[in-house]
């Protein structure tokens, strides 16, 4: 494990109230001063027009700081909204824990995604939600957090969604 004060916290973000759950959680439990904050996102696969998304398909964006991901005009070029609550989450973590809060974007298959991003990054740890899909739907779909924890090179918290 990294330095205390070098150390890379993910947390998978999607924006959904079950993501946001994990990033609160992650902020009360495991950020400390002098860490880094490194929210990752994951948008579908698509054909994209423009020369810089085409580039970031196969990369992933470069590290946004968190002054340019709380600017929706920049935030556009990317195709990512962040939500208010993300964003208020992030700031005051940022603020009250002196944290660096940076986000990363990846194309493609969530689960895949968020395994190569571990190296990538890379991440000390990772942390994500888990919509608490039914038995049916998660055979279906799959279930991203089974994925992550079983093909991870590092640790991963499952942050469970309680109704």
Known sequence: MAEAADRRVGVAVDFSPCSRKALNWAVENVVRKGDHLILVTIRPEGHYESGEMQLWETTGSPLIPLSEFSDPHIMKKYGVTPDVETLEIVNTAARQKEIVVLMKIYWGDAREKLCESVDDIP?????????????????????????????????????????
Request: charged fraction near 15%; hydrophobic fraction near 40%; charge should be positive.
């Open 123 to 163: 991440l000390d740890c990772i942390i994500l939600g888990n919509r608490g899909l039914g038995t049916i739907k998660r055979a279906i779909m799959g279930s991203v957090s089974n994925y992550v924890v079983n093909n991870a090179t590092c640790p991963v918290t499952v942050v469970k969604q309680h109704e």
